[in-house]
């Protein structure tokens, strides 16, 4: 499938999960990715040219250092020109409870999940005004729809997300950059990692909350690639009118609220 050739985008966190999967959704269609994260890449095989004519591009990039943002996009530029799309998936977890919140960690959480987003996106604009029309997607969460039990960081930048993602297709229709955010839902990725190694979706309590009562209709966590065909949608001509909008991937968890 090849509705991306010729096209270029940026995805960040792509190193695993979410990210990674995007990242090879948009290559394996036919764009040249440039495959962003603090981390180093995982997969030996993220690099594999099978169904792509587009180029693969890992680069190290931490996103609250803004200097850094500018030199990424500098390298960009010099190589593509241009960039159609950006993808802000890059975000870290916490899982604190209200009385045992540690400010700082806070912080760190809303500089990483929420203004990493946003300084990416301007570092990006005139790249994107370049190559316009052009869109913008950005990986919140549920969590960012609805209240949950210890997580108020991950929560409220999610949360924040979502509206600042509403904010920018505002700023930015006359542009003809379009910005959506995607919503997943229960994703087996590493962020569902317990201390031990094991997925918090293979506990009993997450069995009987969420399968049992059926609080997650379709029966399963996602996958990443559950995110990847979605992100990619956003990003194409088939969602052309679209803008401002969360598109929801949880399983049919919400609708359960």
């Known amino acids: 499938m090849d509705r991306f050739h010729n096209k270029t985008f940026l995805v960040t966190g792509a190193a695993r999960g979410i990210g990674l999967a995007i990242a090879r959704r948009l290559w394996r269609d036919g764009a040249n990715v440039i495959a962003a994260d603090i981390d180093d890449f995982v997969a030996p095989d993220a690099t594999d040219p099978v169904g792509s004519a587009g180029q693969f591009v890992p680069i190290r990039l931490d996103i609250t250092d803004r ?67 052009a869109a913008i997607v950005n990986v919140a969460s549920i969590m960012g729809l609805a209240g949950l039990r ?38 087996d990725t590493r962020m569902a990692r317990l201390a031990d190694g094991s997925s918090e979706y293979a506990t009993a309590e997450f069995a009987e909350v969420y399968i049992k009562h059926r609080k997650l209709p ?40």
């Open 150 to 187: 210890d997580a108020i960081p991950y929560s409220t930048a999610k949360a924040a997300l979502i509206n600042l993602t509403r904010n920018l297709a505002i700023e930015l229709a006359d542009r003809a950059i379009r910005v959506n955010a995607l919503a997943p839902g229960f994703v």
């Open 67 to 133: 200097p850094g943002i500018k030199t990424a996009m500098a390298t960009i530029a010099n190589r593509f020109s241009t960039l159609d799309g950006l993808v802000n998936n890059a975000a870290i977890l916490d899982a604190s409870p209200l009385q045992s919140l540690d400010y700082d960690r806070y912080r760190e959480v809303m500089r990483t999940n929420l203004d990493g987003a946003l300084l990416c996106t301007l570092e990006a604009l005139p790249l994107l005004i370049r190559s316009a029309p």
């Open 218 to 257: 379709m029966g399963r966590p996602g996958t990443a690639d559950d995110i990847a065909g979605p992100a990619a949608f956003l990003l194409s001509d088939d969602a052309r009118y679209i803008t401002g909008q969360t598109l929801v991937v949880d399983g049919g968890v919400i609708a359960t609220y």
